[in-house]
């Protein structure tokens, strides 16, 4: 027989049985794997899982939301029961073996009634009355990118600004002095409201009501290759209405350089408000950071080469695409491989692992990612625009091209004439375009050009440039 608990002081969960000690004990879902610590003998066994873990290195902060797994060898775990415990980190139960981990959220809000009765107080509040900051990144699934890089200047220039970030669990790292507000809670709605300004990087997609004063910046998350909103195939009139509600709501469009403004202003039909063409802020990380201890946490030796995967998501599917096998990749090439999935696969998806594989899809920012690398492998991802700031080679794996660029998206430029490094169709060609040490050569005036035109602004003051802006227009009060 087997029990289970929660240790609420200690923030763990702790399975008891009888009989033989097991020889291990593992917790495990998509994004995250814990090890019980087993004590006793004899009779009595208990097996003790933290609910906080360190991952990359960094701070221990409470499991991901999402489905575990028990597994206990040789324990009988069928009538396995732990009723719904709200905790202040997250909210846990187990039936069997299987194990629901969920954001710290009164189940009372989760209910449609919950949501309208916070909804309706949200839409009564006067609102934008506090100097603080609304933050918000991929729909709170992170919290980088752009609004992370202007947080940081921001907390320096202006530290009698408050600081909320939208998350969508416990588990996504915020910013040192931010506050963590989780989606849908009453403080999120409240921090949502009360907020003179929202900066976020994608759709406010909840229903959004602009408060008397309150602005709105959205930064973007990308130069754009693919054809994006009202650009898209087909002619969809619901699509285009979204997207037309969706731009009306911001104040000002964050661009990295005049080719994105000039695309997004189109998409999105942002007409009559300003573009700031201020370069990306969160590339400033480039001519800033060390890239020493984000190895160092990541278990990278300094001389250890590293590739990092990152390919954009499909319209067509909900996980990751499956092209590279990435520890055959770290054989063949003898290299540490960042596997780094788009923000759209995070919670659909799962790790990938291997020898010197390391799955960074839930990493906070990919900007130290970028940072490490020593080439980046990728396909229509934006962050072939971000990862040329650092001049090294890239590599363009694409065997669906013709399929994405003709069905599933298009294309603004025609990638396979532009693109600063070889285009690749399976991993064997990829592997031989990395063991190629002249390759780059070929590609050295596509690179200067592509850089021109796409990186002229990525100097390293770009978020300085932004609070500049914010600071010099009075939505933020120093």
Known sequence: ??????????????????????????????????????????????????????????????????????????ADLSDLELASTLLPILRIEAHGPQVQVAAPLDPVYETAEGQSTLEERYVSQVGAGENAVFFESFYGQTSGC????????????????????????????????????VESSPEWWRARAESRMLIVNDWLRRRFVRKPGQRVLQTWHGTPLKRLALHRPGFDPRRMAAVVKESRRWDALLAQNVYAAR???????????????????????????????????????PEERVLLYAPTWRDDRSEMVDFVDPEDLATRTDSVVLVRGHSRTLSSGRDRSGARVIDV???????????????LITDYSSVMFDFSVTGRPMYFLVPDLEHYRGELRGFYFDLAERAPGPLVRSQDELVQALADADGATAYADRYEAWKTQFNRLDDGGAADRVVSRILDQGWLTA
Do not use: C, H
Request: glycine content about 10%; aromatic content about 8%.
């Open 1 to 74: 027989m087997t029990t289970a608990r929660i240790d609420e002081q200690a923030q763990t969960l702790i399975i008891a049985g009888t009989g033989t000690r097991p020889a291990s004990a593992v917790l495990s879902g998509a994004r995250a794997r814990v090890a019980g610590k087993i004590t006793g003998g004899g009779k009595t066994w208990k097996a003790t899982f933290p609910l906080r873990v360190s991952r990359w290195g960094g701070a221990k902060l409470p499991l991901p939301a999402g489905e575990y797994v028990l597994d206990i060898p040789d």
């Open 146 to 181: 752009n609004p992370r890089a202007i947080d940081r200047v921001l907390a320096e220039r202006a530290p009698s600004v408050k600081r909320y970030w939208a998350v969508s669990d416990l588990s996504v790292e915020v910013p040192e002095g931010a506050i963590a507000v």
């Open 263 to 301: 695309v997004l202003k189109k998409a999105y039909a942002f007409f009559g408000k300003p573009i700031w063409v201020d370069g990306y802020p969160r590339n400033d990380l480039f001519a800033q950071g060390d890239p020493a201890p984000i190895r160092e946490a990541l278990g990278i030796g």
């Open 361 to 375: 899809t839930g990493y906070p920012e990919t900007a130290r990612l970028l940072l490490i690398a020593d080439a």
